[in-house]
Structure formats: C-alpha cells, structure tokens
C-alpha cells in the first residue's frame, strides 16, 4: 500500500511538473513570436537609444529591418554585410575547428528569422557596422541572441558597439525576452573582453574551459524580468 501510494504521489509530482513546462514553454514560444513577427520589433526604442554623436563627432543612426526588406529594398546592405563579416571574421574562424564556409554563413545571415541593425552614418554616407539577431528559444527559454556583431575599420572604439549592444537589451527587456545570448570565440580576446564590460558573463549552457569547442556562449539578464 506504502508503494502504491508513493507511485501515485510521484505520478502526480511528474504530472505538475510536466504542466507547469509546458505553460512555461507555451508562454515562451508567444514572446517570442509576437516580438519575431512585429513589424519593427525596435519601436520601443528612445531617440536617444538609436540616434547618438560618437567620440569623434560621428552622427550614427541605428534602424532595425528584417532580412526580407533588405533583400527587396537594399540587397547591396546584404552583400555589405557579408563582405564586413569575411574580413573581420574569416581568418578566426579559419584559425579554429568551425573552418570558414562561406556558403553556410551568407545562408544563415539571409534566413527568413533574421533582423538587422544597421549604423549608419548619413552625414558622409558611410555604413559603419551592423548587428543580426533573433528572437528564439534558447534551451527552453526565451531569448534575444546576437549572431553576430560587425563594426567598419575605421568607426571602432567610438562606442558603436556599445551602442547596438544597449538597442539589443532595451528590445530584449520591452519583447519580455528572459536575456540576451551570443557566442563568442574563445582565441578573440579583444570580443571577449568587450563583452565582458558590457556586463556579459559565462551563460550556463556554454562550453566549459576544459572542452574543445572553440567558443563560449555569454549572456546577460533582462533587468525588466
């Protein structure tokens, strides 16, 4: 009897449990797909937040757009992009187990999931950098993960990053995303460090020192959560 009654009680433990996942998970997924499917998911921002004069006077303005606008609007934004990530990132990655392919990184940047934030200095009609990102499930939870992050030679250390990086926390924080997530490679110190500034610190799902994979995956809370 003592038995029976133990296998009902954890029968029952198991049942709440699997419940309390699944309305977690349900919520989880309507964020996200509210915020995924907004058509400009930074409408929350504040002038302040994508309008800013950088250290050396450069105006830079932050607009959001999904990769299906850039590619019917302004394709040559795209080609940009992908030509900024392969001279910054090629000979990391290429210096690590991931190699560089080409191919697979101009299809993921151009996947329907995609947004875009663009700098973009219109006084001398420069674009100074960008950011890709989504909102996902993340483990189970959601997030706004940052796929990559990519600034001009000429416009680092005026803060751009920074910048994008707090347009990022601010959408994270109104769209109820539990944090913001990215992946970094861990032999790209001058990143790491940068991110580290920023507030970002060992997410609980990356790669410990010891395994082999060539990155770490940081994250930082949304405060409004």
């Known amino acids: 009897m003592v038995r029976v009654r133990r ?3 954890l029968k029952g433990v198991r049942s709440a449990m699997a419940k309390r996942f699944s309305g977690r998970l349900y919520t989880a997924e309507r964020r996200v797909r509210e915020a995924q499917h907004h058509s400009d998911p930074s409408s929350c921002c504040k002038p302040e937040v994508t309008i800013f004069a950088t250290p050396k006077n450069h105006e830079i303005t932050l607009e959001c757009h999904s990769v299906k606008r850039l590619k ?4 040559h934004i795209v080609e940009w992009m992908f030509s900024l990530t392969e001279q910054n990132m090629k000979s990391l990655y290429e210096s690590c187990a991931w190699g560089w392919n080409p191919t697979a990184k101009y299809k993921e940047m151009t996947e329907s999931g995609a947004w875009y934030l663009i700098a973009k200095d219109y006084k001398n009609s420069s674009l100074a950098g960008f950011c890709h990102f989504r909102f996902v499930i993340d483990y189970g939870v959601e997030v706004l993960y940052c796929y990559e992050l990519q600034v ?7 803060k751009i990053g920074s910048k994008i990086m707090l347009m990022l926390e601010t959408m994270s924080a109104h769209w109820k995303m539990k944090k913001v997530v990215l992946t970094v490679l861990r032999h790209n ?5 940068f991110y580290m500034d920023l507030g ?5 799902t990356s790669p410990s020192c010891e395994e082999p994979e060539p990155h770490y ?3 930082k809370p949304t405060l409004a959560n």
């Open 7 to 9: 296998s009902r009680f």
């Open 72 to 75: 019917e609007k302004e394709p």
């Open 152 to 158: 001009e030679q000429q416009y680092r250390s005026e």
């Open 189 to 193: 110190p001058r990143a790491i460090r």
């Open 200 to 204: 970002y610190t060992f997410d609980e």
């Open 217 to 219: 995956i940081f994250s």
